[in-house]
């Protein structure tokens, strides 16, 4: 797999959307996103995260997430 594959857009408070994107080329499956953010990414069973999008964690939340991340795979932009 090569790149950011595993992206998605998730809404935050107050309607407005920010783009999460995991690179899935330094993504070692480490899951601390996921126990950080379980409403926004999991890890698939190729070990890899993806992010879904089932809740409103709002923009906080997922850097947080985005945060905890040891090899730092997971950006969180604003979406356009």
């Known amino acids: 797999?090569?790149?950011?594959?595993?992206m998605g857009d998730a809404p935050?408070?107050?309607s407005h959307a920010m783009k999460i994107t995991v690179d899935?080329?330094?993504?070692?499956?480490y899951g601390d996103c996921e126990l950080a953010a379980p409403e926004l990414f999991q890890l698939g069973?190729?070990?890899v995260a993806r992010?879904?999008?089932k809740a409103e964690p709002g923009e906080a939340?997922?850097?947080?997430a985005a945060g905890a991340c040891p090899v730092a795979?997971?950006?969180v932009d604003p979406a356009s």
């Open 1 to 6: 797999m090569t790149g950011d594959v595993a």
């Open 73 to 75: 795979a997971i950006d």
């Open 24 to 29: 899935t080329d330094k993504c070692c499956g």
């Open 61 to 64: 939340r997922a850097r947080e």
């Open 45 to 47: 069973e190729d070990g």
């Open 51 to 53: 992010v879904i999008s």
């Open 12 to 14: 935050t408070k107050g």
